[in-house]
């Protein structure tokens, strides 16, 4: 091993960042909305910029290459949550809508509310009858224990 | 070794942000990976510079880093409002 401490630990910092990299990537390709995308691109501009420059920090040393690296990843880490937020803003203005966990819009012009609380009131009610059955089962099967016909069996 | 496998995955980033900008279903999705896209580039020029043995390209990628943010914010403002020069502003004016 040729390196010595600072550029092994600057070649695990460009692998990192590396593979932070590729992983907002793959979300920027994969993801199904475009909201989505940007906090998988988001991921891509901070932390897997931050751990490259970092490492190639360590591997130029105190020179003014570092510097010039530190500039880079000021100017990047300024600008990329102003570049994601008026994103954000002028896809939330042109109409595009958020696809949320559920499939579901969120609550707006020409959304009904959900079905789903009506639901949940007619389950209360079907359980609370249900509950109310009960007592009378159980008294039906004492009353038919004591009576004689059901001794004769044992 | 360790740049050239860098570089081969902020390679691999770089196609994966075309293929978002080529099939993206808004112009949203195109910008985005427009934006996602350039500090990729900034990514390989670096450590293709570091790679070659000549660092001296940082200095294109300071000015495209800030050319970056200035691209995606004028293409975003012709799409809102359909013209470069407009005043822009979202308060409606009293007079």
Not at chain 1, 45 to 67: E, K, N, P, Q, R
Not at chain 1, 116 to 134: I, L, M, N, T
Not at chain 2, 18 to 46: E, H, K, Q, S, Y
């Amino acid at each position: 091993m040729t390196g010595s401490i600072a550029e092994i630990a600057g070649g695990l910092l460009l692998a990192l960042g590396a593979f932070f990299f590729v992983v907002g990537a793959i979300g920027i390709y994969r993801f199904p909305d475009v909201y989505a995308r940007m906090h998988a691109a988001g991921i891509s501009d901070t932390v897997g910029v931050a751990l490259l420059i970092a490492g190639m920090m360590l591997f130029s040393g105190f020179t003014l290459i570092t510097a010039k690296l530190a500039i880079i990843l000021g100017v990047i880490l300024f600008t990329s949550p102003i570049a994601t937020h008026a994103l954000a803003q002028a896809a939330l203005h042109a109409g595009v809508e958020p696809l949320l966990a559920n499939g579901k819009l969120l609550a707006g012009p020409g959304v009904k509310p959900e079905p789903a609380k009506a639901g949940r009131a007619v389950a209360r009610s079907r359980s609370a009858a249900a509950k109310r059955k009960r007592p009378v089962k159980k008294a039906a099967r004492t009353a038919r224990k004591a009576s004689p016909k059901g001794r004769t069996k044992s | 070794m360790i740049f050239a496998a860098a570089s081969l995955a902020v390679l691999a980033a770089l196609v994966l942000a075309v293929i978002r900008a080529l099939r993206g279903p808004t112009v949203f999705d195109r910008v985005l990976a427009g934006n996602a896209m350039g500090t990729g580039a900034i990514m390989l020029l670096a450590l293709v510079g570091f790679l070659t043995g000549r660092p001296e390209f940082l200095d294109i990628g300071i000015l495209y880093a800030l050319l970056n943010i200035i691209g995606t914010l004028a293409v975003l403002k012709f799409f809102r409002h359909g013209d470069l020069s407009h005043p822009g502003g979202e308060e409606p004016e009293d007079e």
